[in-house]
């Protein structure tokens, strides 16, 4: 079975600063996905960046980007130029992509971050 | 496209009573997830269907919970009885699972309190 876990339960950043979220994983598979959701007050989850494992080159999708270090099971995100309304929860999340549990998502215990102006 | 649509978005019900939890998927996405997070367990995922089939149940917590697709366009999980320990945000998600495309599309969830 695969686990997620996210060692920063809350984080605070000023605004326009950087901010990098941790997230580490334990699998025995060779090729899944990894993604950050995030979920503001609204309770929407929102697809915020994805990694395929095969992919050495790490995902970026406008001011997020992201670590994604296979070996160390690894998968950290930055927000660079923070904004307000990057204020959320942030779930780091594994897909198993063959076999059993084909589609599932596991998820991290999620980390609450805040923005301040 | 309207995206994942549940209903409904705010349900308060007693204890004992059955719970009728609704999703439209979105059309074309052949696998629908259903999903509960609280505050203690987080999120984790109850069941799931490919093509209108359930693959997998081994998340739904007991017998009271059941869930049903009955066609490509509507879901519905159902509680009976329901308890208060059932009181939770209740995720309905979506997905078109190809190699090109991975990740979810998530409802705005349901929250059902049970009191």
């Given at each position: 079975a695969q686990t997620v876990t996210q060692s920063q339960p809350e984080m605070s950043v000023q605004e326009a600063e950087t901010v990098t979220l941790s997230c580490t994983y334990d699998t025995s598979e060779s090729n899944y996905y990894l993604f950050w959701y995030k979920q503001p007050p609204s309770r929407q989850m929102i697809l915020v960046i994805r990694q395929e494992a095969y992919k050495q080159q790490n995902a970026t999708e406008n001011r997020f980007s992201v670590n994604f270090q296979k070996a160390a099971k690894s998968f950290s995100l930055k927000i660079s130029d923070s904004q307000l309304g990057d204020t959320a929860m942030y779930f780091c999340a594994f897909m198993k992509?063959?076999?059993?549990?084909?589609?599932k998502l596991t998820f991290g215990q999620g980390t609450i971050l805040t923005v301040h102006p | 496209d309207a995206g994942v649509i549940q209903s409904p978005r705010h349900e308060v019900t007693e204890m004992g009573q059955e719970v009728t939890l609704r999703c439209k998927p979105i059309s074309g996405h052949d696998y629908l997830f259903w999903y509960r997070q609280t505050m203690m367990r987080g999120l984790e995922l109850l069941i799931y269907f490919n093509n209108n089939v359930p693959i997998d149940d081994s998340g739904m917590p007991e017998d009271r919970f059941s869930a049903k697709?009955?066609?490509?366009s509507f879901s519905t999980l159902k509680i009976q009885p329901s308890e208060p320990r059932d009181s939770a945000v209740y995720f309905c998600a979506s997905s078109l699972q190809t190699l090109s495309n991975y990740g979810y599309t998530f409802g705005s969830g349901t929250r059902l309190t049970v009191v």
């Open positions: 992509l063959y076999g059993t549990s084909y589609g | 697709m009955p066609n490509a």
